[in-house]
Nanobody
Framework: QVQLVESGGGLVQAGGSLRLSCAGS????????MGWYRQAPGKQRELVAT???????NYADSVKGRFTISGDNAKNTVYLQMNSLKPEDPAVYYC???????????WGQGTQVPVSS
C-alpha cells in the first residue's frame, strides 16, 4: 500500500504562484511514476503533469511553460510549482502514483486551489 498526502493548496491571485507537495509513504519502492491531476467543478479529472522515477516529465499543453513537476526521492515527495496562474486553473489537485507494472494506482485526497481574478 502507498499513501499520498497533498499539501500547499490555497487561494492565490491570477498571475501568482503556488507550490503543491505530495508526500508518499508505505511501499514507495514499487512506484514507477507519479503525477498531478486536477478536477474542476462539473469537469472530468484531467492530467496536469507526470514524472517517472527516471526523471522524465510530461505536461498538459495548458500548463506547459507555467507549471513544473519535480521529485525528491530522498523525501518521497513530488512537487508541482505553478506559476502565472490563470482563471482556468482553479480545481482540486490530486496526486497519483502508479506502480511499475501499472497494476496499482494510488490517489491522494486532493488539495483545493482556488484562483481569484
Amino acid at each position: 500500500q502507498v499513501q499520498l498526502v497533498e499539501s500547499g493548496g490555497g487561494l492565490v491571485q491570477a498571475g501568482g504562484s503556488l507550490r503543491l507537495s505530495c508526500a508518499g509513504s508505505g511501499s514507495i519502492f514499487m512506484i514507477n511514476a507519479m503525477g498531478w491531476y486536477r478536477q474542476a467543478p462539473g469537469k472530468q479529472r484531467e492530467l496536469v503533469a507526470t514524472i517517472t522515477s527516471g526523471g522524465s516529465t510530461n505536461y498538459a499543453d495548458s500548463v506547459k511553460g507555467r507549471f513544473t513537476i519535480s521529485g525528491d526521492n530522498a523525501k518521497n515527495t513530488v512537487y508541482l510549482q505553478m506559476n502565472s496562474l490563470k482563471p482556468e486553473d482553479p480545481a482540486v489537485y490530486y496526486c497519483k502514483a502508479v506502480s511499475g507494472s501499472g497494476a496499482y494506482v494510488y490517489w491522494g485526497q486532493g488539495t483545493q486551489v482556488p484562483v481569484s481574478s
